[in-house]
């Protein structure tokens, strides 16, 4: 069972646009929602967090969206740059970092 | 801060031999490690998780007395893949976490991965 759904697969946006990404979870007893970014032959980094107290949370370009009614989180990614083509996952647990489970991930490639 | 390192990055055996992964955490110390395993274009799927000083939980599926795990210290945890097979080629990515909380507010922490490929 496929706890965190995350769509689009792929994802193609022009230098300066802004992409988004989405993911929906089941288990409402979910406390903490990370977002990593991978590039090819790396392992993933922590690009932003949050918790499901609070409804967005910004870090320069990013921004998570955080709908706790319709257990849906969203990435934006703001003036989106061709440095940023990656694949993104996002994830949840329970109690901050532990026991992650990640979305199917999404490969954005952002043409310049 | 927060830094992991894995060794090998590489590695390609011949089917049968055993391989071994070192999983460090640099500036931290570690009370849990987990180790993921990464088939191309697909997610990350969790294998096991460990405690320093405890033996390892294992998800559902994954063989214990295959994928040898070893977290002997706060700063170091292992993956023995015994008697590897071309089916156990993927990439192998360890990460890390300091449970006491602290300076790294409880974040897992990943190192860069390791590509293993089975003759």
């Known amino acids: 069972q496929q706890q965190v759904k995350q769509s689009p697969q792929s994802l193609i946006v022009q230098k300066g646009g802004i992409s988004i990404i989405n993911c929906a979870y089941e288990?409402?007893?979910?406390?903490?929602f990370p977002w990593y970014q991978q590039f090819p032959g790396k392992g993933p980094a922590l690009l932003i967090a949050i918790r499901p107290d609070v409804s967005e949370k910004k870090e320069g370009r990013f921004t998570i969206s955080f709908n706790k009614s319709a257990k849906q989180f969203s990435l934006h990614i703001m003036d989106s740059q061709p440095g940023d083509s990656a694949t993104y996952f996002c994830a949840a647990s329970l109690g901050g970092g532990n026991m992650l489970t990640f979305g199917g991930g999404t490969r954005l490639m952002v043409k310049p | 801060g927060a830094v992991v390192s894995q060794h090998p990055s590489r590695v390609i055996c011949k089917s049968g031999t055993s391989v071994k992964i070192e999983c460090r955490s640099l500036?931290?110390?570690?009370?849990?490690m987990f180790w993921y395993r990464q088939f191309p274009k697909q997610s990350l799927m969790l294998m096991a998780t460990?405690?320093?000083?405890?033996?390892?939980?294992?998800e559902q599926g994954v063989e214990k007395d295959k994928f040898l795990i070893n977290h002997a210290s706060l700063t170091l945890s292992t993956l023995t893949v015994t008697s590897a097979h071309p089916e156990d080629s993927s990439f192998y990515i360890c990460s890390a976490r300091d449970q006491r909380g602290g300076g790294y507010r409880n974040e897992q922490f990943f190192g860069p991965g390791t590509r293993l490929t089975v003759l």
């Open positions: 460990s405690n320093e000083g405890s033996k390892a939980t294992y």
């Open positions: 500036d931290f110390q570690a009370t849990t």
């Open positions: 288990n409402t007893a979910f406390d903490y």
